[in-house]
């Protein structure tokens, strides 16, 4: 078995979503004081690699700890598009990989952003799905869909009507992954397990790759 990570680190100096905060870690206890080192640590539920539950967005959707355990791990395949130059991604250009989508349980758009992690960049221009591809994409058996960018929407939306579109159909949405440059084969098994805490509305996640014999080998 081969597993990939495909997880940001947290950090006190990470990137995070506008008008919110970076984490804070404090260190409570120390080898030499107590002899034992526990850090308390604050953060926003939606810093780094994380899920969006349904709650996010919709104030009776399902919190993540609601929901089925199994509905963090699934079949997966990375659609590239990262060679792609415009604003959106469209239903064209999801159309091409419909018999694969109809395969997994997850999908994750790989746009190459992450490459610009820690940098202005980040934050800029990033390709995001459209409204008309959101719709598409819902009528879909999908768990969840992920993206190497630091939402699904627009930077500056203020509606997120992609969000809502997914979410309301309970599909999930993993934001700020990396790594995907690491997965060359179609299909693997996808885990994004959240901190299992009462009424979440997201939480990060060590989002992982695993492959074995069945699906091929890693580069």
Do not use: C
Request: proline share 4%; aromatic share 10%.
């Amino acid at each position: 078995m081969k597993v990939i990570d495909l997880t940001h680190t947290i950090h006190s100096n990470m990137p995070v979503f506008p008008k919110t905060e970076p984490p804070v870690f404090k260190v409570s206890n120390t080898h030499k004081k107590d002899g034992f080192m526990e850090t308390k640590l604050s953060m926003y539920s939606h810093t780094g690699t994380h899920i969006d539950a349904p709650r996010h967005m919709l104030s009776k959707g399902s919190s993540l700890d609601e929901l089925s355990i199994d509905r963090y791990i699934g079949k997966s395949t990375v659609l590239d598009f990262s060679k792609l130059d415009k604003e959106y991604i469209e239903i064209n250009d999801l159309s091409k990989y419909k018999e694969k989508i109809a395969k997994v349980e997850f999908i994750i758009l790989k746009t190459g952003w992450s490459k610009y992690w820690g940098e202005k960049e980040y934050f800029l221009d990033f390709p995001s799905l459209s409204i008309e591809a959101a719709n598409y994409l819902k009528e879909f058996n999908l768990k969840g869909i992920g993206i190497d960018t630091i939402s699904i929407d627009k930077i500056d939306s203020e509606s997120f009507v992609v969000h809502k579109i997914l979410l309301s159909k309970d599909i999930l949405i993993i934001e700020n992954l990396t790594n995907l440059d690491n997965i060359n084969s179609e299909y693997f098994i996808l885990s994004i397990l959240p901190l299992k805490t009462l009424d979440a509305d997201g939480s990060p996640v060590r989002a992982v790759a695993i492959k074995n014999k069945e699906h091929g080998s890693f580069k």
